[in-house]
Nanobody, 125 residues
Framework: QVQLVESGGGLVQPGGSLRLSCAAS????????MGWYRQAPGKQRELVAS???????DYVDSVTGRFTISRDNAKSTVYLQMNNLKPEDTAVYYC???????????????????WGEGTLVTVSS
């Protein structure tokens, strides 16, 4: 069982920055590919950024060059640094642990994905 708790959301002006954090419980954090998703009102949830157990990162085109995902396995925490924020970045941001990948690659867990409760990011002047 992995529990994820996000923090760091809030209201920021266009062009501003925020850093989201996602703290994971348990000792298996390093075996999970971690991702940040977001869901804007009336839209589907989308994958924003991901980081593998080996540190390889990937981003959706709309945030490339502005957002940076990182992880600290010693602290069981994944971060999302968001710079040059735009109104279209407004959404609830969710942290995800890829349960299927952990099971397939390392035999860890049950294959179930884990999600946090989400943190709201509002970009507005």
């Amino acid at each position: 069982q992995v529990q994820l708790v996000e923090s760091g959301g809030g209201l920021v002006q266009p062009g501003g920055s925020l850093r989201l954090s996602c703290a994971a419980s348990g000792s298996m954090f390093s075996f999970y590919t971690m991702g940040w998703y977001r869901q804007a009102p009336g839209k589907q949830r989308e994958l924003v950024a991901s980081i593998t157990t080996g540190g390889t990162t990937d981003y959706v085109d709309s945030v490339t060059g502005r957002f940076t995902i990182s992880r600290d396995n010693a602290k069981s925490t994944v971060y999302l640094q968001m710079n040059n924020l735009k109104p279209e970045d407004t959404a609830v941001y969710y942290c995800n642990a890829d349960g299927y990948g952990a099971l397939l690659s390392y035999g860890v867990g049950t294959g179930v994905d884990y999600w946090g409760e989400g943190t709201l990011v509002t970009v507005s002047s």
